[in-house]
């Protein structure tokens, strides 16, 4: 039974400490937070995570994975002075009025944990830090520690993702630790050893690109189809089916393909930022990351125009939002497309009334000025419009019909493409999608746009291009 600390009680920090309590480990989760550890210990979680509350309870019954609040000092230094182990898993938000990563929860964290830490710990860094941040760390670690004790940072990064964390933290795809020691590397990758995954040792700073890197990427994947929809709805091509024609290509695969309201979350928004900031302050020209970013905020602002065109304006108009969270089963509400759609359709002047399964307790601090409904029928009472934000499984087998009876106007804007359009207008809906139930636009008679059109399917637009 290895001995781990894992200082930062928030997503990823209680995800990791109860994971690694569970492969059998004696894991003593750390928090500044005393209110929150007081609720861990009785069982009541901070977040809405799917089958973590029972994990959580589990393994504090049986004694394997314990809550301390930083404050019960002479406990805190026990269980760092114990721990062969400390996982860094604080927050790293972006930095008010900039977009680079703060770091100041990740200064605090080495330079109160230093002075406790044993000899021969790894200090492995969980929290996505700017690449550098683990040899910074270092230095932290090593002005703070007792002169006699040795150490070694290990960057870990996490990939998992909200509303299945638990089944990304057993079943991984990789893990990546990087480091200078090999040694210590190697001894953070036993941890893992159960889990039978690919584990990839390389050196700090690639470890900590990795991480951004396959974010920017998947956040980029994203975009690209968002990018697509918008062309499949001007020229008549149904999105969904692209990105499933694409999908069968094995060097494509098709995961994040699909179109929607664009990404939101903790993560994506902040990373792909962080990494251009990164790019912009090493003399880089980031042109790809900020097309991503400016690609995934209009496809908000995009949103609104197609229900202010479908309705001829949104003043006075009564818009139900069915789903808030930034993506399904979870309660989070950071970067979520709900926010400022909401904000964009109050300020023309619409009311908004939204339903969210569980995120509506966190979207009163984010979203003021709608109302808040207990289910999708009620959201549709007097609705002129209803917007299909997150695609949570209740909202998969909505009674259409029943929606559309309650209604004072009947559009229906499905932003996450879950319903057929065809079913939606059967319904007695105005349907809006993203990227696809969309009537191609008329050539209005210019017949050189046409022929033009005609000449490149049979390929003469090719040799004629090939002509001398
Ligand atoms: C993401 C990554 O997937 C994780 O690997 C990573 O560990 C995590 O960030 C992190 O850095 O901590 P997460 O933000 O929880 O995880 O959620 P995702 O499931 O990746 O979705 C992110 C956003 O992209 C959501 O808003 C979702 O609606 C959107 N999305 C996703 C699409 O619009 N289309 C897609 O095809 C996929």
Redesign the pocket.
């Known amino acids: 039974m290895r001995r781990i600390c894992v200082v930062g009680t928030g997503y990823?920090g209680l995800t990791t400490g109860t994971c690694f309590a569970e492969l059998g480990n004696h894991v003593t989760c750390l928090d500044i937070d005393s209110a929150k550890i007081e609720s861990l210990r009785r069982g009541e979680m901070p977040i809405y995570e799917p089958g973590l509350a029972e994990l959580v309870l589990d393994n504090q019954a049986r004694g394997r994975l314990n809550f301390l609040a930083e404050r019960d000092t002479a406990a805190y230094n026990a269980a760092l002075a114990e721990a062969e182990f400390v996982f860094i898993a604080v927050s790293t938000p972006t930095r008010e009025g900039s977009d680079r990563a703060d770091l100041r929860a990740v200064r605090s964290c080495a330079e109160r944990i230093a002075p406790h830490l044993s000899d021969g710990v790894a200090i492995i860094n969980k929290s996505?830090v700017p690449i550098g941040a683990g040899d910074w760390v270092a230095a932290i670690v090593d002005r703070y520690k007792k002169p006699e004790s040795r150490f070694a940072v290990v960057s870990n990064p996490?990939?998992?993702?909200?509303?299945s964390a638990l089944h990304?933290f057993m079943q991984p795809d990789r893990v990546v630790l990087g480091s200078t020691n090999r040694e210590a590397a190697e001894r953070v990758a036993q941890l893992y050893l159960t889990l039978r995954c690919r584990v990839m040792v390389t050196d700090l700073r690639t470890a900590e690109m990795i991480?951004y890197a396959?974010?920017a990427f998947?956040?980029t994947?994203?975009s690209f189809?968002n990018e697509i929809a918008q062309i499949c709805e001007r020229l008549g091509a149904d999105v969904k089916e692209v990105a499933a024609g694409m999908g069968y290509d094995k060097r494509i695969a098709g995961?994040?393909?699909?179109?929607?309201?664009?990404?939101?979350?903790?993560?994506?928004p902040k990373?792909v930022k962080a990494l251009a900031h990164m790019a912009d302050f090493s003399g880089c020209h980031p042109q790809l990351l900020r097309a991503v970013l400016d690609i995934n905020y209009d496809q908000r602002s995009r949103a609104v125009a197609k229900l202010r065109q479908a309705l001829g304006g949104l003043a006075g108009k009564h818009i139900g939002l069915l789903g808030l969270a930034?993506?399904p089963n979870?309660d989070d509400m950071r970067e979520a497309?709900s926010i400022d759609i909401s904000r964009q359709l109050l300020a023309e002047g619409a009311t908004v009334a939204a339903y969210d399964p569980q995120a509506a307790e966190n979207a009163r601090l984010s979203i003021q000025g709608i109302q808040y409904r207990s289910d999708p029928y009620d959201v549709a009472q007097d609705a002129d419009a209803l917007v299909l934000v997150t695609e949570w499984r209740e909202f998969r087998a909505l009674d259409l019909r029943r929606l559309r009876h309650a209604m004072r106007s009947a559009v229906f804007f499905d932003g996450r493409n879950l319903y057929e359009p065809e079913d939606v207008r059967a319904a007695g809906f105005t349907y809006l999608g993203i990227g696809r139930g969309y009537v191609p636009e008329p050539f209005a008679g210019d017949i050189d746009q046409e022929l033009y059109l005609v000449h490149e399917a049979n390929g003469a637009g090719a040799s004629a291009a090939a002509a001398p």
């Open positions: 990823v996505t996490e990939f998992l993702r909200e509303g990304d991480k396959s974010n998947l956040a994947s994203i189809i995961a994040f393909l699909e179109a929607g309201l664009g990404f939101g979350g903790s993560c994506f990373d930034f993506k979870t497309p």
